[in-house]
């Protein structure tokens, strides 16, 4: 799979094909957020020469939660308090992006759903507990 999360991932995507390269991935976006008030967004595709393919994931990733938003037929997100309110602040590409509360899970949560996009090919299996459709 491919990852852009910065201005050198956009130019040339990160390459991830094992666990211990996701644990890179991840420690290097939360490492891109160290000082500043909003953690980063991650954009990750299934095939590593086309930028274009689906299913892709948009992914924040913060020290100690995040979110992920699955771009596929249908859209599905994480999972957290379904009460929650508001919404959380994200960094995509220099820009504050507003994520719905109700979808910002802890980084655990976040590590689980990237780890099984990485080991199903892209296609995460339509029952995985971590995700909902999104409805809104």
Excluded: C, K
């Excluded at 999360?5 to 040339?12: A, K, L, V």
């Excluded at 390459?15 to 008030?37: K, P």
């Excluded at 020290?63 to 508001?86: C, H, I, K, M, Q």
Aim: glycine share 8%.
């Amino acid at each position: 799979m491919r990852a852009v999360f910065d201005f050198e991932s956009g130019r040339s995507p990160l390459l991830v094909s094992t666990h211990d390269e996701l644990s890179e991935l991840v420690a290097r976006v939360i490492a891109l957020s160290e000082g500043e008030t909003i953690p980063s967004i991650v954009e990750i595709g299934v095939d590593a020469e086309n930028p274009y393919a689906f299913p892709a994931l948009q992914a924040g990733i913060g020290p100690e939660s995040g979110f992920v938003y699955e771009l596929w037929n249908p859209s599905r997100a994480t999972a957290g308090d379904p009460e929650a309110g508001g919404t959380v602040l994200f960094d995509y590409s220099a820009h504050a992006q507003e994520i719905p509360a109700r979808h910002v899970v802890p980084l655990s949560t976040v590590r689980s759903v990237l780890t099984a996009y990485l080991d199903h090919g892209g296609f995460i299996p339509a029952d995985f507990p971590a995700l909902q459709v999104v409805e809104d």
